[in-house]
């Protein structure tokens, strides 16, 4: 079985390089459900995995060696009480390095209770956590108030200027079906929640994306089919400006970084400010910029990761094959490589009548691309 897994990663690695595409290059498999991926500067390797089951024995690893996945920064992160939501990690959704070279990890708070995920967040489990990766400690915890979330708020995904203002910004989409982007002041903690319900952030009605060539629902036991309502999602910084998607659509908007900081504009005139990046061939999972003015995207429905060229506006393909199985999640590496995640997200009971379709191992890949981590 294993030979013949190496053979079709061969297969398709040469299948890529016949059609002018980088080559994917395996370096690690996981048995857990991975979505996050960040990259050191030195080269370590972080993952998060969303809280899938009441007993999971990690929800962000470390990656050592070429097997294994160990528990960081240690197991007590891993678990905890809801009367402390702010102190460990309830359901991590993503990792980030920074340009100070400092881990972030992104919390919903969605505990996972009585067999399934919950509709909303716990008081106080909404936070982003940054940790010092010479000491392994934690440096600050930064906890969504009340005003920056609505009811059924699912912080998705991060991305940082750290040469913005006194300490920094955080830009942060909220994947409910209002959509957000939530801005953080990192040396005042300030946070503000910016074109909620707006139709930049909000999905398309009724939205119908494919997958493998099938019309793509979700398909919960017991329910009618019902259309995908996934909000801001993808999220990457290049260029001054904030790129970001709704899930359900095919748009990417962008707006300049220094507008959705500046706590003193109001939502009206944040609005006028926003632009229409482009439209995608596919619907969108995660994002990543890099140093040549690329914003990367997953492209489910092409098996893809796709780029924005943000001077042109023009999309392209950067990588096509089979075994881009939902590539979910992005980290440029100092290295010249792009790393990403492929987590068959549609085998998830959701979208398949309660049956569990997803089967480990899954993949994190390499692709070579020549650049660096985006100057923001």
Known sequence: MRVFYLLSLLFASVLCAEVGYPSLQLIHEYQEWPTGIAVSASGRLFTAFPRQKEKQPYTVTETLGTSKDQAYPNTEYQSGSLNNPSGWFIDAQSVVIDGLDRLWVLDTGLPFQNGSKAKKPVPGGPKIMSFDLRTNKLIRTYVMPPEALVEKSSINDVRFNVSQGRAGFAYIS???????????????????????????TR???????????VPFYKREKGKKFAHLTNGANAIALSNGKVYFSPQASNR???????????????????????????RSPSYSTGAESDSLGRVYYGAPEQDAI?????????????????????????SQ??????????????????FNNGKELRKPPFHLYKIWNGAKPAGK
Request: proline content about 5%; aromatic content about 12%.
């Open 203 to 213: 999905p398309d009605a009724k939205f119908v994306g494919s997958y493998r060539g």
């Open 174 to 200: 909220d994947t409910a079906e209002e959509g957000a982007i939530i801005v953080v002041d990192l040396q005042s903690g300030a946070t503000v929640r910016r074109l909620s319900n707006s139709t930049f």
């Open 333 to 350: 590496g100092l290295d010249g490589y792009l790393y990403a995640t492929s987590n068959d997200l549609p085998g998830w009971p959701q």
């Open 252 to 278: 990417f908007h962008c707006v300049s970084q220094d507008v959705l900081a500046d706590f003193s504009k109001n939502d009206a005139e944040i609005a006028v400010r926003v632009e229409l990046a482009t």
């Open 306 to 330: 796709n780029f924005i060229n943000t001077t042109s506006s023009e999309v392209q393909v950067f990588v096509r094959s089979p075994l881009l199985k939902w590539p979910d999640s992005f």
